[in-house]
């Protein structure tokens, strides 16, 4: 009897073995998103973060709160110009969606097709909080809080287009708060009920494809020694437009 248990728990082994095998033989991984793409959406995260803390704290944290909005800008102007330069999957060209297309991934919902790139709700996602982000930096530049700190260029325009930009950055805090929560739950969603990771992609870069999308795929996206190059160059130029913004008052 004792012969037996050996065979028995040999086939399920071997059966696993293969089931695994065939698993790695069935998808292939893809480059879809350029460091220079994942960097903004990291170092964007951690503004967004730091941004919220330090004017909680406030105190003397309120010049780290300018700080973090000052980098949350330049990034959001070299996520604009990369919409444009960079390569294919971070184009926008790559994931502007007719209303049709999103209303028909909407009505889908888990049988939504899979889309290498940003799907189409995915793509209002981000065009939401790049607005949205946009707004409440550009806003934070005009705010005061009539007793230590004001943005540079409150100055520059009356009492009462500061009081609206200052009404202003308060209430978008919310709306970002509110995208926020709306991607983690789209990250949550397409965990559980898709079994597909959105996290992992933007860490590495490379999704996991079955191969006859691979085939159907032009190229997958450009990710090496060039394209950082010009990701430092886009990076250049947005830093050098947001420094001329923040100084204005000195020209």
Known sequence: MASNFPERSSTPAAAQGSAALAGAKAVQSVRVWDLPLR???????????????TIKVGGSWTDWHFRFGYTALTLIVFRILWGFVGPRYARFSSFIFSPTAVFAYLRNGAHAPRTLGH???GSLSVFALLAAVGVQALAGLFTSDDISSEGPLARLVSSAAVGRASALHHINELVILGLVGLHIAAIVFYRVVRRQSLVKPMIVGDKLVAPD????????????A?????GLGVLAVAIAVVACIVNWPLF
């Open 39 to 53: 960097l903004f959406h990291w170092l964007l995260v951690a503004c967004l973060i730091g941004s919220f803390v």
């Open 119 to 121: 799907s189409p709700l």
């Open 213 to 224: 999308a691979v085939a159907g795929i032009a190229a997958p996206a450009a990710d090496n």
């Open 226 to 230: 060039a394209v950082r190059l010009r």
